[in-house]
């Protein structure tokens, strides 16, 4: 996996485990496109797809992926809802976490610490438990029970971080710089293949390529993950159509759809949400809207209003999912019409995972 600095073109060194560029404080990211290759059956989760990973590490699996693909028939079309939920630790982040740690070991990392609004976190430390890597994991004290339990009970150390998300990002990367390796769902890039995998699971479930994917965007990781998986396989004649993606945000915390819409994120309000897992800034921010305007999609935000409503009519066709997962149903009520078919919506993590 080449990997290199965005800023200053700096390679990620062959040992070691930064998190940000040593040269220039920059972000690192893939330095080639991403690659779809031979599928190997025998291996476990999404490892089948190794091949296009080109990661120089050993399977860290719990058996993530191969999530259940479900047509439902809604606003008068049938949609398709990948149910990403029933990856082990109940979200989507399995996918992405199961390649980073794996690059982790793979370097000779024992010991880590992440941030986390709880999903993330929670998928790390079921992977680091996986790997016999200690963790340690910032929360922000809003993070829902559920998922703070979950994050202990893999045996990784909780800190509570008081205040906004950012608070806890900025605890951790104090520790980062007292020398703690900060295994980031955000800074690293290790993760993005990972995330690729959801766009391969889609089309060999669909048999063709989705004319449209609605996906939740916090970070923006699962939609730049899959957005490259989609262009992997079209560059390998796999489909032959880039589906439209469209991103979805609350609108108490929308800053991609503000640099959609106005070309920045500067005074971006980031205000409560039930939807915790899409708030804060995005650090690929300005790669996950250019994706989006690739594929001819688009972002859309949804007022608080209408999210736990969404969550209760999911529910009701049976996917139970948490309040983050939910913004897709009034985003789907809103673009169906526009949408070409088929449609498939991700349902990124279990409802199980909230008490609200």
């Known amino acids: 996996m080449k990997i290199s600095c965005m800023n200053c073109g700096q390679k990620y060194p062959e040992t070691g485990t930064p998190y940000q560029c040593p040269k220039c404080g920059g972000l690192f990211d893939l330095a080639e496109p991403l690659t779809f290759g031979p599928v190997d059956k025998t291996q476990p989760g999404i490892w089948r797809y190794a091949s296009s990973f080109d990661l120089e590490a050993d399977p860290v699996s719990l058996g993530e992926g191969n999530t259940p693909l479900i047509p439902a028939k809604v ?7 990948k149910c990403e939920y029933s990856n082990p630790s109940g979200s989507f982040k399995d996918r992405g976490s199961a390649t980073l740690v794996a690059a982790m070991k793979a370097r000779g990392v024992t010991e880590a610490i992440e941030d986390s609004s709880g999903n993330a976190g929670a998928s790390f430390a079921a992977y680091a438990a996986r790997a016999g890597i200690k963790a340690r994991v910032y929360v922000p004290e809003s993070a829902s029970g559920p998922k703070r339990l979950q994050i202990e009970l893999y045996g990784a150390e909780l800190v509570s971080v008081p205040g906004p998300r950012v608070n806890a990002a900025q605890a951790v990367r104090k520790a980062a710089e007292a ?43 699962l939609l730049l993950g899959m957005g490259r ?6 560059r390998a004649d796999m489909i032959a159509k880039m589906p439209m ?51 001819g999609g688009r972002f859309t935000s949804v007022d608080e209003a209408y999210i736990l409503s969404g969550r209760d009519a999911l529910a009701h066709l049976g996917f139970y999912v948490e309040p983050t997962s939910a913004l897709v149903w009034r985003a789907l009520e809103e673009t169906i019409l526009e949408l070409p078919d088929p449609v498939v919506v991700v349902l990124t993590g279990s409802g199980l995972k909230s008490l609200i």
């Open 75 to 81: 606003f008068g079309r049938e949609v398709f809802f």
């Open 179 to 221: 020398g703690t390796i900060y295994a980031s769902h955000a800074y690293l890039p290790f993760n993005i293949p990972g995330y690729a995998t959801c766009a391969y699971e889609i089309v060999e479930q669909l048999g063709r390529a989705p004319g449209a994917v609605i996906i939740p965007a916090g970070q923006g990781g």
């Open 229 to 234: 998986g989609f262009d992997a396989m079209l």
């Open 245 to 295: 993606i469209v991103g979805v945000q609350a609108s108490a915390c929308q800053p991609l759809v503000a640099l959609w819409k106005h070309g920045t994120m500067d005074g971006v309000a980031d205000n409560q949400t039930v939807a915790e897992g899409v708030r804060g800034k995005s650090l690929r921010a300005e790669a996950v809207v250019e994706m989006t305007r690739r594929s």
